[in-house]
C-alpha cells in the first residue's frame, strides 16, 4: 500500500508541475494554487484517508471480519495455554 502512495505522489506532483509550466508557455495563467494550498490540501486528504482506514482496519465491519477476528482470539487463547504448559 505504501508503495502505491509513493509512486501516486511522483505521478501527480510533476504533472501539476508540468500542467503550470505549459500554462505559462501559452501565455496562460497558471493555475491559481500556491504552494501552501497544494501543501494543505494534500495534508487534508492523506489525514482523510488515513483516519478511514485506521477506522476500516480497526473495526470489524463485515461478518467475515468477526469471524476471524473471533478465531484469532480462540488461537490466541490456546496458545497462551500451551505456553502456560510448557512453562510449569
Do not use: C
Not at 36 to 43: D, G, K, P, S
Amino acid at each position: 500500500m505504501k508503495s502505491r502512495r509513493t509512486a501516486l505522489l511522483r505521478l501527480v506532483v510533476p504533472l501539476y508541475s508540468l500542467l503550470n509550466l505549459t500554462l505559462l508557455a501559452f501565455g496562460y495563467d497558471p493555475l491559481p494554487f500556491e504552494t501552501t494550498e497544494v501543501e494543505t490540501a494534500l495534508t487534508a486528504l492523506v489525514g482523510a484517508m488515513t483516519l478511514i482506514y485506521a477506522w476500516w482496519k480497526n473495526n470489524n465491519l463485515t461478518q467475515a471480519a468477526a469471524r476471524a477476528q473471533h478465531y484469532l482470539v480462540q488461537l490466541k487463547d490456546q496458545k497462551d495455554v500451551e505456553n502456560q504448559t510448557r512453562t510449569n
